[in-house]
């Protein structure tokens, strides 16, 4: 049996599963990105992005219950996992699926008169009953630590939809429609490839059908303010492009897609660290865990600002491989210091939150964080503002959503400091005058040097920090 002595040393094995698995995930999401657009039109690209918006709603359809098990059970090992009440609750997913589903079909075949809209919904409705019951086994695995698990039951769907859209492009299929229903398809096959690796979650003991409601409710009500903090989160983004899609056309929205998409990918890839990081987080002292809040939120901040190294190079080859797209490239040059704070957010913060039981500060901040969204989307959309304005608001929203999630974790653990936050801001700074102001190769050379410089600086805070996290267990 290996032996583990450190919370630096257990991260990093189990990261090094997730990160490699996700590494091909990336690459099959990011060729979606990158290729798509080139083949099947502004038009189909803008509804093909319209149906992935649709789809980041699917898994609020559990109404908090996944959230509740992933809550009272984060940090157990699987072998300490109750699996006939497991059992019973992925059977009431399955039905909550089904009425969901069928009350979606009933909107979009009635009520919806945008034929393209309609369909999307109908495809959405037939995701729903794959996704939810697939949702639970993946919080199973993410909970106990079964990272390998975790990472294959999400790269078995990306690689699935990847294989079935590459051949139907090469057939000369481009019609969105038959790329979506490809992507449900995948999502059948992740359903099979996770049950396949859940050791023992088959069988036929169950609830009885009182006691596996009772326990559902309970599972609401526990998960609940988790759910609707995650919900509130997703809405931010989704506002922005909703609003765009309103307001200024499916062209116009295929395009701040696009930048969204393309800014997702640094967000995709420090998802691998978050993955690992509750359960073992879970697992440490209050004091422990103080400690370590400031190391992993530096360490997170200098990662994605060397990255931001390779910005210019890869936008002078988009530009070259998709030239319609320009303005895509100008949004992205706004929004990208934007995944600092949402990187910061998502993998250390909101954990942080949710391992100290502050589910309801998570969403009092995520409600402030959308209120703030919307406000922006009504001041551009009333004073018919132009479109960057509104995108310098959700970059605002974001340092003011981990400033606030800081202060919220400071008030319990005092040790908890800002530094990472400021280091952000100065990597932002340095990252818009490279690219907005000064541009070109001589603007990436001096982002790249005063990264150098950043890092230089707080070299010694990044060796403190990798002390506090090795001999943190």
């Known amino acids: ?3 583990i002595h450190s919370f630096l040393a257990t991260f990093t094995h189990d990261f090094s599963y997730s990160f490699l698995l996700n590494i091909v ?16 039109g502004v038009e189909d690209f803008g509804y093909w992005q319209l149906y992935f918006l649709y789809t980041f709603f699917i898994a609020f359809g559990h109404l908090g219950l996944v959230d509740g098990i992933y809550l009272k059970n984060g940090g157990k090992y699987y072998r300490e996992l109750d699996f ?33 809209k309609a369909y999307i919904l109908t495809v959405i409705a037939l995701d729903l009953i794959l996704s939810l019951p ?5 919080v199973i695995f993410q909970m106990t630590g079964m990272i390998k698990e975790y990472s294959f039951s999400l790269m078995s ?13 090469l057939c000369g299929i481009r019609d969105y429609r038959y790329l979506i229903l490809a992507d449900c398809g995948a999502r059948c096959i992740s359903l099979w490839v996770s049950l396949h690796n859940a050791p023992g979650f088959i069988g036929r003991q169950f609830m009885i059908p009182l006691e596996c409601m009772k326990e559902a409710i309970s599972n609401i009500s526990v998960g609940l303010f988790l759910l609707l903090s995650n919900m509130v989160g997703l809405i931010v983004i989704a506002s922005v492009r909703f609003a765009v899609e309103d307001q200024w056309g499916i062209v116009a929205f295929s395009k701040v897609s696009l930048a969204f998409s393309i800014s997702s990918v640094a967000i995709t890839a420090t998802g691998a660290a978050s993955v690992v990081l509750f359960p073992l987080l879970k697992r440490l002292t209050k004091k422990n865990l103080e400690q370590s809040f400031s190391a992993l939120s530096l360490l997170l901040i200098i990662l994605l600002a060397v ?3 390779l910005y210019y190079p890869g936008v002078r080859i988009l530009e070259w491989w998709l030239p319609q797209y320009g303005e895509s490239f100008y949004y992205l040059t706004i929004i990208l210091p934007m995944t600092l704070f949402d990187s910061n957010f998502s993998v250390i913060g909101s954990n942080f939150l949710k391992v100290i039981r502050k589910e309801r500060n998570l969403l009092s901040i995520n409600v402030l964080a959308v209120l703030f969204t919307w406000i922006c989307i009504f001041i551009v959309s009333y004073f018919r503002l132009p479109l960057d304005l509104l995108l310098w608001g959700i970059v605002a929203q974001s340092f003011i959503k981990m400033g606030l999630t800081i202060r919220a974790l400071n008030r319990v653990m005092p040790k908890v400091r800002y530094f990472g936050l400021f280091a952000g801001a100065i990597v932002s700074i340095l990252f818009y005058i490279s690219n907005l102001l000064i541009g070109g190769w001589i603007g990436c050379g001096i982002y790249g040097g005063g990264c150098l410089f950043l890092v230089w600086a707080v070299s010694g805070k990044i060796r403190s920090s990798l002390s506090v996290l090795n001999g943190t267990g």
């Not at 019973?88 to 393209?116: E, R």
């Not at 697939?134 to 993946?138: A, D, E, G, P, V």
């Open 25 to 40: 995930n990336l690459l099959i999401k990011t060729s979606f990105v990158f290729i798509l657009p080139k083949l099947i």
């Open 157 to 169: 769907e990306s690689a699935s939809s990847f294989f079935m859209i590459v051949i139907m492009l």
């Open 1 to 3: 049996m290996r032996k």
């Open 84 to 116: 006939r009440i497991l059992r019973s609750q992925f059977l009431m997913l399955i039905g909550m699926g089904a009425v969901w589903a069928g009350l979606l079909f009933l909107y979009s075949q009635y009520f919806l008169l945008d034929a393209n």
């Open 307 to 309: 990255l931001f190294c």
């Open 134 to 138: 697939r949702t639970l086994i993946s």
